[in-house]
């Protein structure tokens, strides 16, 4: 059996289907402000919705170069945000957006709240940085470092997500979105930059004995982090496993 430096564990995205955006932002528009101002929005709209669509379609997919996309759309939703209140509250925008939970595809959740949207993308940053930390060539030093970095990296995008929009998500919120799962996969994910750092540094001429700490370390916290998820298996917590 692989000692638990030698897996490495990377997360699945969550799913989506199609979503109108276009036309119910525009009656909005049209109703709040004028039919003038709502013809001046349609290009920017039409653009949110052909790079949504096209998340949609490619998620079936390699998603190793997805994250630009959904950094992208999450700027979208931010400028969104600011200027058209979508929610379930009378007189805002309503649009419905189904999700998929990462530990069960067959598990859907719909919400209008674009809170809850912000944070699905979210949470694909992170994935899509976890299998991007798996595919580099970690037979180099270099390939090492960018593990541990794009590790931390997910780790980062995470906490954050377990801090600001997953707090704003409507209840109940799915298990993946939930506090105790997110800072779950941060601590995962940092356990595993950790696990690169140390065979960085066996490449370098730190000492056996710092090398020894960092995976004694490493190798403790794992079973802890597992016993405290919300999922008991690598397949119910929607994650891919190989061996370094």
């Known amino acids: 059996m692989p000692s638990a430096q030698n897996v490495l564990l990377a997360i699945h995205i ?17 109703e709040t402000y004028s039919d003038r101002e709502a013809e001046d929005a ?12 096209e998340l949609v379609a490619t998620q079936a997919g390699s998603q190793l170069t997805a994250k630009d996309s959904y950094i992208k759309y999450f700027k ?3 400028s969104i945000e600011t200027r058209f209140p979508i929610s379930h509250e009378k007189g805002n925008v309503r649009i419905n957006f189904p999700w998929t939970d990462a530990f069960r595809h067959s598990k859907k959740t719909s919400q209008p709240n674009i809170h809850f949207e912000k944070a699905a993308v979210l949470f694909n940053v992170a994935a899509v940085l976890s299998q991007q930390a798996l595919q580099v060539d970690r037979a180099t030093a270099d390939g090492l470092k960018e593990a541990c970095k794009l590790f931390q990296e997910a780790a980062g995008m995470f906490g954050h997500l377990k801090e600001n929009e997953a707090s704003k998500i409507d209840n109940p919120r799915p298990v993946d979105l939930s506090p105790e799962c997110l800072g779950m996969m941060e601590k995962l994910m940092m356990a595993q930059a950790q696990v690169r750092q ?3 540094y066996s490449r370098g001429s730190s000492s056996t004995c710092c090398i020894t700490k960092v995976e004694l370390h490493v190798g403790r916290s794992l079973p802890h982090i597992a016993r405290n998820s919300p999922a ?4 119910q917590l929607g994650m891919s496993c190989i061996l370094r």
């Open 232 to 235: 008991r298996s690598a397949q």
């Open 42 to 53: 349609v290009d920017d709209l039409v653009a949110i919705q052909t790079l949504r669509n």
């Open 76 to 78: 979208c939703l931010t």
């Open 14 to 30: 969550k799913r989506t289907d199609n979503v109108e955006l276009k036309n119910p932002i525009l009656s909005y528009i049209r």
């Open 198 to 200: 140390g065979n960085w």
